[in-house]
């Protein structure tokens, strides 16, 4: 069975005082399409970028991106 | 609704690299769809090298010009993404482009190897096939763009 990468980065942006793609991307040195890609789904950041995420909101990384089963 | 959705509603999805992919590959075809039109529809005998390297150079200028002033607009009408430096999605994309490109070059250029000594009769057809080899090159690396865009976000 396919396995995908999630994250709950959405959420997590909501919850922080309804932080824009684009202010996590200007934080974190990429554009918005590329967070807009990242919640999707649809483009693994690197483990630099990954750890900058986990970072901003104070969280181990296992726990915004983890493995699902499609 | 909150900040964080109308921003996502509102804003271009559009990468800007990818807006610049579609109108290259769209100026690429035109411009050198006509230059080719216009380099076949001469007899061979007829097109003397030079009016060959005129007919290129003004392709090729038309060309930069028309890119020049599309990017402007598209850079007037979304600033921040047209100053916004490379990030490393659109690093890999523009890698992942050029590999594509290499190999249709190789390939191309290749094919040409084998060919040409058969087929070309004269000078310009040999600078014509290697124009084109290029071309080709372009094409596929502003598709790979566009693709890969697509499928990574």
Request: aromatic share 8%.
């Amino acid at each position: 069975m396919a396995e995908r990468i999630v994250n709950d980065i959405r959420t997590l942006r909501f919850l922080n005082g309804e932080m824009t793609q684009g202010e996590l991307g200007a934080r974190i040195g990429l554009t918005r399409q590329t967070v807009a890609a990242i919640e999707q789904g649809r483009y693994s950041p690197s483990l630099e970028s990954a750890l900058r995420i986990a970072r901003i909101f104070g969280k181990p990384v296992e726990e915004i991106f983890r493995w699902e089963e499609d | 609704m909150n900040a964080a959705m109308r921003e996502e509603d509102c804003g271009s999805s559009m990468p800007f690299q990818e807006k610049r992919a579609w109108l290259s590959l769209a100026v690429t075809i035109v411009i050198y769809g006509a230059f080719l039109a216009n380099v076949l529809a001469t007899p061979v005998g007829a097109l003397t090298m030079v009016r060959f390297i005129i007919l290129f150079t003004v392709a090729m200028t038309l060309q930069g010009v028309i890119l020049a002033i599309c990017i402007s607009i598209f850079a007037a009408r979304d600033p921040e993404a047209a100053k916004a430096p490379l990030d490393e999605r659109d690093l890999q994309v523009s890698r992942r482009s050029a590999t594509w490109a290499y190999g249709t070059l190789m390939a191309v250029v290749f094919l040409l190897g084998l060919g040409l000594p058969y087929y070309a009769a004269v000078g310009w057809q040999i600078t014509l096939a290697m124009i084109l080899a290029m071309v080709a090159a372009d094409m596929v690396r502003h598709i790979a763009i566009i693709v890969n865009y697509r499928r990574h976000g």
